[in-house]
């Protein structure tokens, strides 16, 4: 029984550790950016020894990449909450707002977690492929809002799957760059990139 219990408290403690690790880590990376961030400042910040982040992490890619699940859940669930069927049309000012605005906000909300993969992906090897594979599996939803326009014989400008990257690649960039604060509002990024690729999406 006892033995049970303190594989309990090991447990709790486990999950309370790697828990201030992520914390720690997505405060820094909205301060100083993930290049200028080294494990010991994540376990300094999250008042951890050193030795503890290898328990939880490899490295802080695989950091990054636990973080990067965090944004991946919350983008699911804001789509969860609306009503999301494939055959969303992005020729539609509206739905497109709609598409562009959870994209947003969820980049906004979690700036820290895009300045890291911003940073992290133009620092890794350029040959790799990665920023492809990364930005292509980041907007696997507006490639199939794309295809199916294309099933229905609506012209598109190019490949879905191409423009939805580089819709993803906008967004991502622009929120890299955008300071939190100004000079745009939320509702002018959106508005303004809503009518800019609606123009190349509808004519």
């Given at each position: ?86 055959d969303h049309d ?52 507006l490639r199939e ?20 990257a580089g819709m ?36």
């Amino acid at each position: 029984m006892a033995r049970g219990k303190e594989e309990g408290v090991r447990k709790v403690r486990a999950a309370q550790t790697r828990a201030a690790l992520l914390d720690a880590a997505r405060r820094l990376f909205g301060e100083r950016g993930y290049l200028n961030t080294k494990v010991t400042d994540i376990t300094s910040a999250a008042g951890r020894a050193t030795g503890s982040f290898y328990e939880h992490f490899a490295d802080k890619q695989e950091l990054l990449q636990a973080l990067l699940g965090d944004l991946e859940d919350a983008a699911d669930e804001r789509l969860a909450a609306v009503e999301h069927p494939k055959d969303h049309d992005l020729t539609d000012r509206a739905q497109l707002r709609e598409h562009l605005a959870i994209a947003w906000s969820v980049m906004r909300e979690h700036r820290a977690i895009q300045v890291a993969l911003f940073q992290s992906m133009v620092a890794d090897d350029p040959a790799s492929g990665r920023a492809w594979r990364d930005m292509t599996g980041q907007t696997g939803t507006l490639r199939e809002h794309l295809e199916w326009l294309r099933e229905q014989g609506r012209p598109l400008p190019g490949e879905p799957e191409l423009i939805a990257a580089g819709m993803g690649a906008m967004l991502a960039l622009t929120s890299y760059s955008l300071p939190p604060g100004g000079p745009y509002t939320d509702e002018q990024v959106v508005d303004a990139f809503t009518d800019l690729l609606l123009k190349g999406l509808a004519g």
